[in-house]
Nanobody, 120 residues
Framework: QLQASGGGLVQAGGSLKLSCTAS????????MGWFRQAPGNEREFVSG???????EYADVVEGRFGVSIDNSKNTVYLQMNSLKHEDTAVYYC????????????????WGQGTQVTVSS
Protein backbone atom coordinates (compact mmCIF):
# COMPACT_ATOMS: atom_id res chain seq x y z
CA GLN A 1 0.00 0.00 0.00
CA LEU A 2 1.22 3.46 -0.88
CA GLN A 3 -0.02 6.56 0.84
CA ALA A 4 0.84 9.93 -0.67
CA SER A 5 0.29 13.33 0.89
CA GLY A 6 1.40 16.93 0.67
CA GLY A 7 -0.44 18.27 -2.33
CA GLY A 8 -2.23 21.59 -2.33
CA LEU A 9 -2.59 25.02 -3.87
CA VAL A 10 0.46 27.23 -4.25
CA GLN A 11 1.36 30.32 -6.20
CA ALA A 12 3.78 30.18 -9.08
CA GLY A 13 7.32 30.34 -7.78
CA GLY A 14 6.36 28.64 -4.54
CA SER A 15 7.25 25.26 -3.11
CA LEU A 16 5.53 22.09 -1.98
CA LYS A 17 6.83 18.85 -0.56
CA LEU A 18 5.12 15.55 -1.30
CA SER A 19 5.66 12.39 0.65
CA CYS A 20 4.68 8.80 0.07
CA THR A 21 5.02 5.86 2.44
CA ALA A 22 5.06 2.22 1.41
CA SER A 23 3.65 -0.33 3.80
CA UNK A 24 2.60 -3.94 3.96
CA UNK A 25 5.91 -5.59 3.07
CA UNK A 26 8.69 -7.01 5.21
CA UNK A 27 11.35 -5.19 3.22
CA UNK A 28 11.33 -1.75 1.74
CA UNK A 29 10.96 -1.18 -2.00
CA UNK A 30 13.88 -1.32 -4.38
CA UNK A 31 12.75 1.93 -5.97
CA MET A 32 10.05 4.54 -5.67
CA GLY A 33 8.93 7.08 -8.17
CA TRP A 34 6.72 10.05 -8.83
CA PHE A 35 4.49 10.54 -11.84
CA ARG A 36 1.93 13.16 -12.70
CA GLN A 37 -1.10 13.53 -14.91
CA ALA A 38 -2.64 16.80 -15.97
CA PRO A 39 -6.16 16.97 -17.41
CA GLY A 40 -6.16 15.79 -20.99
CA ASN A 41 -2.60 14.52 -20.79
CA GLU A 42 -1.08 11.13 -20.32
CA ARG A 43 0.63 10.24 -17.09
CA GLU A 44 4.28 11.22 -17.21
CA PHE A 45 7.39 10.38 -15.26
CA VAL A 46 8.62 13.04 -12.86
CA SER A 47 11.34 11.47 -10.74
CA GLY A 48 12.51 8.19 -9.28
CA UNK A 49 14.95 6.99 -6.66
CA UNK A 50 16.42 3.65 -5.63
CA UNK A 51 17.05 2.54 -2.08
CA UNK A 52 20.77 3.31 -2.59
CA UNK A 53 20.10 6.88 -3.65
CA UNK A 54 20.32 6.59 -7.43
CA UNK A 55 18.03 9.21 -8.92
CA GLU A 56 16.48 10.21 -12.20
CA TYR A 57 14.49 13.29 -13.16
CA ALA A 58 12.39 14.32 -16.09
CA ASP A 59 14.02 17.14 -18.00
CA VAL A 60 11.13 19.49 -17.27
CA VAL A 61 11.73 19.31 -13.50
CA GLU A 62 15.51 18.90 -13.39
CA GLY A 63 17.00 21.59 -11.17
CA ARG A 64 13.67 22.50 -9.59
CA PHE A 65 12.54 19.26 -7.96
CA GLY A 66 14.49 17.09 -5.53
CA VAL A 67 13.70 13.47 -4.68
CA SER A 68 14.89 11.74 -1.53
CA ILE A 69 14.20 8.53 0.30
CA ASP A 70 14.16 7.52 3.96
CA ASN A 71 14.68 3.78 3.91
CA SER A 72 14.00 3.50 7.63
CA LYS A 73 10.49 4.80 7.00
CA ASN A 74 9.97 3.38 3.48
CA THR A 75 9.09 6.92 2.52
CA VAL A 76 9.95 8.91 -0.58
CA TYR A 77 9.79 12.68 -0.73
CA LEU A 78 9.50 15.09 -3.62
CA GLN A 79 10.57 18.64 -2.87
CA MET A 80 9.12 20.87 -5.56
CA ASN A 81 10.57 24.35 -5.87
CA SER A 82 10.05 27.20 -8.35
CA LEU A 83 6.69 25.72 -9.23
CA LYS A 84 5.10 26.71 -12.51
CA HIS A 85 1.50 26.69 -13.62
CA GLU A 86 2.34 23.81 -15.95
CA ASP A 87 3.30 21.69 -12.94
CA THR A 88 -0.39 21.53 -12.05
CA ALA A 89 -1.43 17.89 -12.05
CA VAL A 90 -2.39 14.94 -9.94
CA TYR A 91 0.84 13.47 -8.60
CA TYR A 92 1.13 9.73 -8.05
CA CYS A 93 3.77 7.76 -6.22
CA UNK A 94 4.79 4.29 -7.26
CA UNK A 95 7.02 1.52 -5.99
CA UNK A 96 8.68 -1.66 -7.09
CA UNK A 97 10.39 -4.38 -5.12
CA UNK A 98 12.11 -5.62 -8.27
CA UNK A 99 15.34 -4.18 -9.60
CA UNK A 100 14.79 -2.26 -12.84
CA UNK A 101 17.52 -0.81 -15.02
CA UNK A 102 15.54 2.40 -15.35
CA UNK A 103 13.66 4.43 -12.79
CA UNK A 104 11.28 5.77 -15.42
CA UNK A 105 9.14 2.67 -15.85
CA UNK A 106 8.44 -0.73 -14.35
CA UNK A 107 6.63 0.18 -11.17
CA UNK A 108 4.28 -2.46 -9.80
CA UNK A 109 2.35 -0.60 -7.15
CA TRP A 110 0.68 2.77 -7.27
CA GLY A 111 -0.72 5.08 -4.69
CA GLN A 112 -3.71 7.32 -4.89
CA GLY A 113 -3.00 10.69 -6.40
CA THR A 114 -2.53 13.97 -4.64
CA GLN A 115 -3.55 17.18 -6.38
CA VAL A 116 -1.01 19.92 -6.92
CA THR A 117 -2.38 23.20 -8.24
CA VAL A 118 -0.09 26.08 -9.12
CA SER A 119 -1.81 29.39 -9.66
CA SER A 120 -0.24 31.74 -12.18
Amino acid sequence: QLQASGGGLVQAGGSLKLSCTASGRTFGPNAMGWFRQAPGNEREFVSGIRWNGDKEYADVVEGRFGVSIDNSKNTVYLQMNSLKHEDTAVYYCAATWTFRTTLRTGYDYWGQGTQVTVSS
